[in-house]
Protein backbone atom coordinates (compact mmCIF):
# COMPACT_ATOMS: atom_id res chain seq x y z
CA UNK A 1 0.00 0.00 0.00
CA UNK A 2 2.73 2.46 0.78
CA UNK A 3 4.14 1.79 -2.67
CA UNK A 4 1.04 1.93 -4.12
CA UNK A 5 0.77 5.77 -2.50
CA UNK A 6 4.77 6.83 -3.01
CA UNK A 7 3.97 6.12 -7.40
CA UNK A 8 0.45 7.61 -7.02
CA UNK A 9 2.25 10.64 -5.56
CA UNK A 10 4.96 10.92 -8.18
CA UNK A 11 2.38 10.81 -10.79
CA UNK A 12 0.20 13.12 -9.35
CA UNK A 13 3.10 16.00 -8.91
CA UNK A 14 4.04 14.70 -12.72
CA UNK A 15 0.56 15.28 -13.93
CA UNK A 16 0.04 18.54 -11.56
CA UNK A 17 3.18 20.05 -13.18
CA UNK A 18 2.36 19.39 -17.01
CA UNK A 19 -1.31 17.79 -17.58
CA UNK A 20 -4.97 19.53 -18.02
CA UNK A 21 -8.09 17.81 -18.31
CA UNK A 22 -10.91 18.43 -20.31
CA UNK A 23 -14.30 16.97 -21.49
CA UNK A 24 -13.47 15.68 -24.52
CA UNK A 25 -16.94 16.23 -26.89
CA UNK A 26 -18.66 14.26 -30.17
CA UNK A 27 -16.49 16.22 -33.28
CA UNK A 28 -15.44 15.82 -36.54
CA UNK A 29 -12.07 14.71 -37.45
CA UNK A 30 -9.36 13.65 -40.13
CA UNK A 31 -10.36 10.49 -41.71
CA UNK A 32 -7.01 9.37 -40.68
CA UNK A 33 -3.57 10.42 -40.88
CA UNK A 34 -2.28 11.97 -43.02
CA UNK A 35 -5.51 13.17 -43.90
CA UNK A 36 -5.60 12.98 -47.91
CA UNK A 37 -8.23 14.04 -50.38
CA UNK A 38 -9.69 11.72 -52.50
CA UNK A 39 -10.48 13.64 -56.29
CA UNK A 40 -10.69 12.57 -59.63
CA UNK A 41 -9.78 14.97 -63.25
CA UNK A 42 -13.58 16.39 -62.39
CA UNK A 43 -13.56 17.33 -58.63
CA UNK A 44 -16.98 15.13 -58.55
CA UNK A 45 -15.05 12.11 -56.58
CA UNK A 46 -17.26 10.55 -54.22
CA UNK A 47 -16.46 7.40 -51.69
CA UNK A 48 -19.62 5.17 -51.72
CA UNK A 49 -19.16 2.65 -50.17
CA UNK A 50 -17.23 1.30 -47.10
CA UNK A 51 -16.76 -2.42 -45.74
CA UNK A 52 -14.28 -4.19 -44.04
CA UNK A 53 -12.32 -7.14 -45.33
CA UNK A 54 -9.95 -9.64 -43.71
CA UNK A 55 -8.13 -11.22 -47.06
CA UNK A 56 -5.11 -13.30 -45.45
CA UNK A 57 -8.00 -15.13 -43.04
CA UNK A 58 -5.71 -14.29 -40.18
CA UNK A 59 -7.95 -12.25 -38.29
CA UNK A 60 -6.72 -9.24 -39.82
CA UNK A 61 -8.94 -6.66 -41.17
CA UNK A 62 -8.70 -3.66 -43.75
CA UNK A 63 -11.00 -1.17 -44.26
CA UNK A 64 -11.85 -1.13 -48.41
CA UNK A 65 -13.49 2.18 -49.84
CA UNK A 66 -15.11 2.37 -53.18
CA UNK A 67 -16.32 5.15 -55.51
CA UNK A 68 -15.42 6.54 -58.61
CA UNK A 69 -12.14 8.71 -57.33
CA UNK A 70 -9.23 8.00 -59.02
CA UNK A 71 -6.15 9.39 -56.38
CA UNK A 72 -5.36 10.19 -52.73
CA UNK A 73 -3.47 12.80 -52.07
CA UNK A 74 -1.06 13.04 -54.95
CA UNK A 75 -1.45 9.20 -55.32
CA UNK A 76 -3.05 6.50 -57.82
CA UNK A 77 -6.04 4.92 -56.48
CA UNK A 78 -8.31 3.81 -58.89
CA UNK A 79 -11.88 3.72 -57.67
CA UNK A 80 -11.16 1.34 -54.59
CA UNK A 81 -8.36 1.42 -51.73
CA UNK A 82 -7.49 -0.46 -48.33
CA UNK A 83 -6.33 1.05 -45.37
CA UNK A 84 -4.39 -0.96 -42.78
CA UNK A 85 -4.19 1.79 -40.16
CA UNK A 86 -1.49 3.41 -41.45
CA UNK A 87 -1.18 3.25 -45.27
CA UNK A 88 -3.52 3.43 -48.05
CA UNK A 89 -2.71 0.66 -50.51
CA UNK A 90 -4.10 -0.42 -54.26
CA UNK A 91 -6.27 -3.66 -54.83
CA UNK A 92 -4.55 -4.58 -57.89
CA UNK A 93 -4.48 -1.87 -60.45
CA UNK A 94 -8.14 -0.57 -59.68
CA UNK A 95 -11.09 -0.32 -62.08
CA UNK A 96 -9.80 1.53 -65.58
CA UNK A 97 -13.47 3.57 -65.59
CA UNK A 98 -17.08 3.28 -64.23
CA UNK A 99 -18.06 3.70 -60.84
CA UNK A 100 -18.48 1.47 -57.47
CA UNK A 101 -21.41 1.56 -56.17
CA UNK A 102 -21.82 -1.70 -53.91
CA UNK A 103 -19.70 -3.71 -51.76
CA UNK A 104 -19.91 -6.99 -50.05
CA UNK A 105 -17.73 -9.91 -48.72
CA UNK A 106 -18.92 -13.13 -49.71
CA UNK A 107 -16.92 -16.67 -48.47
CA UNK A 108 -13.76 -14.50 -47.76
CA UNK A 109 -13.60 -12.74 -51.22
CA UNK A 110 -14.52 -9.29 -51.76
CA UNK A 111 -16.79 -8.15 -54.54
CA UNK A 112 -17.93 -4.85 -56.19
CA UNK A 113 -20.74 -4.17 -58.49
CA UNK A 114 -21.25 -0.62 -60.21
CA UNK A 115 -21.77 0.72 -63.17
CA UNK A 116 -19.74 0.10 -66.30
CA UNK A 117 -17.00 -0.96 -64.45
CA UNK A 118 -13.66 -1.57 -66.58
CA UNK A 119 -10.59 -3.66 -65.83
CA UNK A 120 -8.17 -5.15 -68.39
CA UNK A 121 -10.50 -4.00 -71.12
CA UNK A 122 -13.58 -5.69 -69.74
CA UNK A 123 -16.36 -3.85 -69.02
CA UNK A 124 -19.02 -5.12 -66.60
CA UNK A 125 -21.11 -4.56 -63.37
CA UNK A 126 -19.87 -7.14 -60.83
CA UNK A 127 -16.46 -7.90 -59.57
CA UNK A 128 -14.03 -10.16 -57.94
CA UNK A 129 -10.77 -10.35 -56.13
CA UNK A 130 -9.24 -13.74 -56.99
CA UNK A 131 -6.14 -12.60 -54.76
CA UNK A 132 -4.30 -11.84 -57.41
CA UNK A 133 -6.16 -9.69 -59.92
CA UNK A 134 -9.92 -8.45 -60.58
CA UNK A 135 -12.41 -10.94 -62.45
CA UNK A 136 -15.24 -9.68 -63.69
CA UNK A 137 -18.55 -12.22 -63.18
CA UNK A 138 -21.31 -10.01 -64.70
CA UNK A 139 -20.23 -8.59 -68.00
CA UNK A 140 -21.82 -5.87 -70.61
CA UNK A 141 -22.91 -2.34 -69.48
CA UNK A 142 -26.90 -3.17 -69.70
CA UNK A 143 -27.01 -3.33 -65.44
CA UNK A 144 -25.76 -1.14 -63.02
CA UNK A 145 -25.39 -3.02 -59.21
CA UNK A 146 -26.67 -0.87 -56.73
CA UNK A 147 -26.93 -2.86 -53.87
CA UNK A 148 -25.22 -6.22 -52.71
CA UNK A 149 -25.70 -8.24 -49.44
CA UNK A 150 -25.30 -11.70 -48.41
CA UNK A 151 -28.56 -14.24 -47.97
CA UNK A 152 -28.68 -17.94 -47.20
CA UNK A 153 -24.56 -18.45 -48.47
CA UNK A 154 -25.84 -16.90 -51.77
CA UNK A 155 -24.63 -13.52 -52.87
CA UNK A 156 -27.80 -10.88 -53.64
CA UNK A 157 -27.02 -8.07 -55.70
CA UNK A 158 -30.07 -5.43 -56.83
CA UNK A 159 -30.09 -2.23 -59.03
CA UNK A 160 -31.17 -2.60 -62.69
CA UNK A 161 -30.68 -5.88 -64.02
CA UNK A 162 -32.19 -6.96 -67.20
CA UNK A 163 -29.92 -10.28 -67.88
CA UNK A 164 -27.07 -12.15 -65.81
CA UNK A 165 -25.99 -13.89 -69.58
CA UNK A 166 -27.89 -16.60 -69.37
CA UNK A 167 -30.42 -16.13 -67.22
CA UNK A 168 -32.91 -13.29 -67.40
CA UNK A 169 -33.37 -11.49 -64.56
CA UNK A 170 -35.41 -8.57 -63.20
CA UNK A 171 -33.43 -6.36 -61.09
CA UNK A 172 -32.50 -8.57 -58.69
CA UNK A 173 -30.37 -11.92 -59.43
CA UNK A 174 -28.02 -14.70 -56.51
CA UNK A 175 -25.05 -15.87 -57.56
CA UNK A 176 -23.90 -18.97 -55.60
CA UNK A 177 -19.86 -18.79 -56.32
CA UNK A 178 -20.06 -20.32 -59.96
CA UNK A 179 -23.56 -19.25 -61.60
CA UNK A 180 -26.37 -16.85 -61.29
CA UNK A 181 -30.04 -17.61 -60.28
CA UNK A 182 -32.76 -15.62 -60.03
CA UNK A 183 -35.15 -14.74 -56.80
CA UNK A 184 -38.25 -16.01 -58.48
CA UNK A 185 -39.74 -13.56 -61.06
CA UNK A 186 -37.99 -10.87 -59.64
CA UNK A 187 -39.22 -7.52 -58.95
CA UNK A 188 -40.41 -4.51 -61.17
CA UNK A 189 -38.69 -1.46 -60.41
CA UNK A 190 -35.27 -0.33 -60.01
CA UNK A 191 -33.37 -1.68 -56.72
CA UNK A 192 -31.58 0.64 -54.14
CA UNK A 193 -31.06 -0.92 -51.05
CA UNK A 194 -30.90 -4.75 -49.47
CA UNK A 195 -31.03 -6.08 -45.69
CA UNK A 196 -31.62 -9.20 -43.85
CA UNK A 197 -34.26 -9.19 -41.10
CA UNK A 198 -36.00 -11.55 -39.46
CA UNK A 199 -34.37 -14.14 -41.87
CA UNK A 200 -35.82 -12.44 -44.99
CA UNK A 201 -34.00 -10.68 -47.51
CA UNK A 202 -35.64 -7.58 -47.68
CA UNK A 203 -35.36 -5.24 -51.11
CA UNK A 204 -36.11 -1.46 -51.17
CA UNK A 205 -36.19 0.51 -53.92
CA UNK A 206 -38.63 2.55 -56.46
CA UNK A 207 -40.62 -1.04 -56.91
CA UNK A 208 -44.26 -1.53 -57.86
CA UNK A 209 -44.78 -5.17 -57.86
CA UNK A 210 -43.52 -8.17 -57.33
CA UNK A 211 -44.82 -11.40 -59.39
CA UNK A 212 -48.70 -10.70 -59.16
CA UNK A 213 -48.48 -8.49 -56.09
CA UNK A 214 -48.40 -4.46 -55.95
CA UNK A 215 -45.51 -3.38 -54.15
CA UNK A 216 -44.76 -0.10 -52.49
CA UNK A 217 -40.56 0.10 -52.49
CA UNK A 218 -40.90 -2.44 -50.04
CA UNK A 219 -40.76 -6.19 -50.37
CA UNK A 220 -39.16 -9.23 -48.90
CA UNK A 221 -37.78 -12.80 -50.25
CA UNK A 222 -37.88 -15.85 -47.97
CA UNK A 223 -36.51 -17.94 -50.27
CA UNK A 224 -38.60 -19.59 -52.11
CA UNK A 225 -41.52 -16.89 -52.68
CA UNK A 226 -42.15 -12.63 -52.24
CA UNK A 227 -44.21 -10.55 -50.21
CA UNK A 228 -44.94 -7.17 -49.95
CA UNK A 229 -44.99 -5.57 -46.40
CA UNK A 230 -45.21 -1.57 -45.48
CA UNK A 231 -47.18 1.51 -45.89
CA UNK A 232 -49.08 2.00 -49.33
CA UNK A 233 -48.18 5.50 -49.65
CA UNK A 234 -44.57 5.33 -49.91
CA UNK A 235 -42.89 5.99 -53.25
CA UNK A 236 -39.57 4.85 -52.91
CA UNK A 237 -36.72 3.53 -50.44
CA UNK A 238 -33.81 4.55 -50.95
CA UNK A 239 -31.80 2.65 -47.53
CA UNK A 240 -32.44 0.27 -44.68
CA UNK A 241 -29.80 -0.37 -41.51
CA UNK A 242 -31.12 -3.02 -39.23
CA UNK A 243 -30.48 -2.64 -35.09
CA UNK A 244 -31.29 -4.57 -32.25
CA UNK A 245 -33.75 -6.53 -33.74
CA UNK A 246 -35.32 -3.43 -35.80
CA UNK A 247 -35.49 -2.47 -39.45
CA UNK A 248 -34.97 1.21 -40.20
CA UNK A 249 -36.21 2.29 -43.41
CA UNK A 250 -35.43 5.44 -45.71
CA UNK A 251 -38.20 6.63 -47.69
CA UNK A 252 -40.32 8.66 -49.76
CA UNK A 253 -44.07 9.14 -49.59
CA UNK A 254 -47.01 10.69 -50.55
CA UNK A 255 -49.04 11.95 -47.40
CA UNK A 256 -51.02 14.92 -48.97
CA UNK A 257 -47.28 16.20 -50.40
CA UNK A 258 -44.21 14.60 -51.26
CA UNK A 259 -42.13 14.03 -48.14
CA UNK A 260 -39.41 12.54 -47.13
CA UNK A 261 -39.73 9.70 -44.40
CA UNK A 262 -37.79 7.26 -41.59
CA UNK A 263 -39.80 4.37 -39.44
CA UNK A 264 -38.43 1.67 -38.19
CA UNK A 265 -40.39 -1.82 -38.59
CA UNK A 266 -40.13 -5.01 -36.03
CA UNK A 267 -41.78 -7.45 -38.12
CA UNK A 268 -45.09 -6.89 -36.58
CA UNK A 269 -45.59 -2.75 -36.37
CA UNK A 270 -44.70 0.49 -38.43
CA UNK A 271 -43.73 3.95 -35.84
CA UNK A 272 -42.72 7.09 -38.39
CA UNK A 273 -39.81 9.11 -36.93
CA UNK A 274 -40.54 11.69 -39.52
CA UNK A 275 -37.98 14.27 -40.67
CA UNK A 276 -39.12 18.14 -39.94
CA UNK A 277 -39.08 19.99 -43.24
CA UNK A 278 -37.65 17.29 -45.17
CA UNK A 279 -36.68 17.89 -49.19
CA UNK A 280 -34.72 16.16 -51.85
CA UNK A 281 -34.02 12.44 -52.27
CA UNK A 282 -35.09 9.83 -50.10
CA UNK A 283 -32.18 8.85 -47.39
CA UNK A 284 -29.16 7.37 -49.39
CA UNK A 285 -27.87 5.58 -46.22
CA UNK A 286 -28.21 5.35 -42.48
CA UNK A 287 -26.70 3.39 -39.50
CA UNK A 288 -27.05 3.24 -35.44
CA UNK A 289 -23.93 5.01 -33.83
CA UNK A 290 -23.40 5.06 -30.08
CA UNK A 291 -27.52 4.37 -29.95
CA UNK A 292 -28.52 7.19 -32.04
CA UNK A 293 -30.59 6.73 -36.00
CA UNK A 294 -27.61 8.47 -38.24
CA UNK A 295 -28.90 9.23 -41.87
CA UNK A 296 -27.58 11.11 -45.05
CA UNK A 297 -28.49 12.40 -48.46
CA UNK A 298 -27.65 14.25 -51.68
CA UNK A 299 -29.04 17.15 -50.38
CA UNK A 300 -29.55 19.55 -46.66
CA UNK A 301 -32.65 17.59 -44.73
CA UNK A 302 -33.77 21.69 -43.99
CA UNK A 303 -35.07 22.96 -47.55
CA UNK A 304 -35.67 26.54 -45.60
CA UNK A 305 -32.47 27.17 -44.75
CA UNK A 306 -30.12 24.40 -47.08
CA UNK A 307 -27.88 24.76 -44.01
CA UNK A 308 -25.18 21.93 -44.72
CA UNK A 309 -27.22 19.21 -42.80
CA UNK A 310 -27.44 16.62 -44.88
CA UNK A 311 -26.29 14.16 -42.23
CA UNK A 312 -28.78 14.27 -39.36
CA UNK A 313 -29.25 12.11 -36.11
CA UNK A 314 -31.76 10.97 -34.27
CA UNK A 315 -30.61 12.50 -30.59
CA UNK A 316 -33.85 12.11 -27.70
CA UNK A 317 -36.25 12.02 -29.88
CA UNK A 318 -35.34 15.22 -32.00
CA UNK A 319 -33.60 15.21 -35.50
CA UNK A 320 -30.65 17.68 -35.22
CA UNK A 321 -27.24 18.26 -37.51
CA UNK A 322 -24.59 15.88 -36.40
CA UNK A 323 -22.03 18.50 -35.18
CA UNK A 324 -21.84 21.40 -37.63
CA UNK A 325 -22.90 19.26 -40.45
CA UNK A 326 -21.66 18.42 -43.51
CA UNK A 327 -22.61 20.28 -46.29
CA UNK A 328 -22.87 18.11 -50.19
CA UNK A 329 -23.32 14.62 -51.00
CA UNK A 330 -23.59 11.98 -48.69
CA UNK A 331 -23.38 8.82 -49.89
CA UNK A 332 -22.10 6.13 -47.18
CA UNK A 333 -21.50 5.52 -43.41
CA UNK A 334 -19.66 2.75 -41.57
CA UNK A 335 -18.60 2.22 -37.94
CA UNK A 336 -14.52 1.43 -37.78
CA UNK A 337 -13.20 1.15 -34.77
CA UNK A 338 -15.59 2.98 -32.69
CA UNK A 339 -15.60 5.93 -35.00
CA UNK A 340 -18.57 6.83 -37.07
CA UNK A 341 -16.96 7.21 -41.12
CA UNK A 342 -18.57 9.27 -43.66
CA UNK A 343 -18.52 8.85 -47.49
CA UNK A 344 -19.76 11.14 -49.94
CA UNK A 345 -19.08 14.19 -52.34
CA UNK A 346 -17.99 17.15 -50.13
CA UNK A 347 -15.09 19.43 -48.68
CA UNK A 348 -15.60 20.25 -45.44
CA UNK A 349 -17.49 18.71 -42.21
CA UNK A 350 -17.65 20.88 -39.55
CA UNK A 351 -16.32 23.72 -40.68
CA UNK A 352 -12.92 21.35 -41.18
CA UNK A 353 -11.29 20.82 -44.88
CA UNK A 354 -12.01 17.23 -45.38
CA UNK A 355 -12.54 15.77 -48.86
CA UNK A 356 -14.43 12.90 -49.83
CA UNK A 357 -14.05 10.98 -46.27
CA UNK A 358 -13.95 12.23 -42.74
CA UNK A 359 -15.00 10.59 -39.48
CA UNK A 360 -17.25 11.24 -36.31
CA UNK A 361 -15.95 10.33 -33.03
CA UNK A 362 -18.81 10.65 -29.95
CA UNK A 363 -17.83 11.71 -26.68
CA UNK A 364 -18.60 8.49 -25.64
CA UNK A 365 -16.32 6.26 -27.32
CA UNK A 366 -13.26 5.46 -25.30
CA UNK A 367 -13.36 6.48 -21.98
CA UNK A 368 -9.73 5.78 -21.08
CA UNK A 369 -8.64 8.72 -23.64
CA UNK A 370 -8.89 10.67 -21.23
CA UNK A 371 -6.92 13.66 -22.83
CA UNK A 372 -8.87 13.10 -25.98
CA UNK A 373 -6.04 12.21 -28.79
CA UNK A 374 -7.18 9.80 -30.66
CA UNK A 375 -5.00 7.15 -29.09
CA UNK A 376 -3.82 5.68 -25.66
CA UNK A 377 -0.95 6.95 -23.93
CA UNK A 378 0.49 7.21 -20.71
CA UNK A 379 -0.54 10.99 -20.79
CA UNK A 380 -3.79 9.45 -20.49
CA UNK A 381 -3.18 8.86 -16.79
CA UNK A 382 -1.40 11.92 -16.01
CA UNK A 383 -4.47 13.65 -17.08
CA UNK A 384 -7.25 11.41 -15.29
CA UNK A 385 -5.52 11.53 -12.34
CA UNK A 386 -5.32 15.35 -12.15
CA UNK A 387 -9.56 14.87 -12.87
CA UNK A 388 -9.46 12.49 -9.92
CA UNK A 389 -7.56 14.78 -7.77
CA UNK A 390 -9.65 17.61 -8.87
CA UNK A 391 -13.39 15.72 -8.34
CA UNK A 392 -14.30 15.95 -11.67
CA UNK A 393 -17.31 13.67 -12.45
CA UNK A 394 -15.40 12.35 -15.20
CA UNK A 395 -13.12 10.62 -13.20
CA UNK A 396 -15.75 8.77 -11.64
CA UNK A 397 -15.16 5.54 -13.59
CA UNK A 398 -17.29 3.13 -10.78
CA UNK A 399 -20.24 5.48 -11.21
CA UNK A 400 -20.95 5.62 -7.50
CA UNK A 401 -21.32 8.84 -7.31
CA UNK A 402 -18.38 10.41 -5.83
CA UNK A 403 -14.53 10.21 -6.80
CA UNK A 404 -12.40 7.40 -4.95
CA UNK A 405 -9.43 5.03 -5.26
CA UNK A 406 -12.12 2.38 -6.95
CA UNK A 407 -12.09 4.69 -9.16
CA UNK A 408 -8.02 4.10 -10.33
CA UNK A 409 -8.40 0.69 -10.26
CA UNK A 410 -10.94 0.54 -12.82
CA UNK A 411 -9.21 3.28 -14.73
CA UNK A 412 -6.23 1.65 -15.33
CA UNK A 413 -7.88 -2.21 -16.07
CA UNK A 414 -9.89 -0.33 -19.04
CA UNK A 415 -6.55 1.61 -20.03
CA UNK A 416 -4.44 -1.22 -20.01
CA UNK A 417 -7.38 -3.66 -21.89
CA UNK A 418 -7.39 -0.95 -24.64
CA UNK A 419 -10.70 0.69 -24.24
Known sequence: MMYFRL????????????????QCSSRYLAPFTPAAPFGNSTNNSFVKVMTEWSPYGDGQTFLVVGGNFTSIGSATFNRIATWNGTNWSSIGSGFDGGTILAIAVYRGDLYVGGNALVVGGTTGTVARWNGSSWQMILLGTSSIIKAMTVYQDELVVGGIIYTTGTAGANNIARWNGSAWNTLGTGVQGEVFALAVFNSQLVVG???????????????????????????????QVGSFTVSNGLLYVGYKLHDGQ???????????????LGIAD????????MIVYENELVIGSAYSFNCSTNS??????????????????????????????????IGGNFNTA????????????????CRSDFNCSGMLGIDDIFVFLNAWFAGDARADFNEDGTTNVGDIFIFLNVWFSGC
Open 278 to 285: GCGPEPAC
Open 350 to 365: GGYTYHGLARWRSSTV
Open 7 to 22: MLAVLVVFCLATAGYG
Open 205 to 235: GHIWSVGSQMAHGLCAWNGASWTVFGPTNIL
Open 308 to 341: GDGIISLHNGSWTPLGGGIFGNIASLYQYKGDLL
Open 258 to 272: VQIDVARWDGLSWER
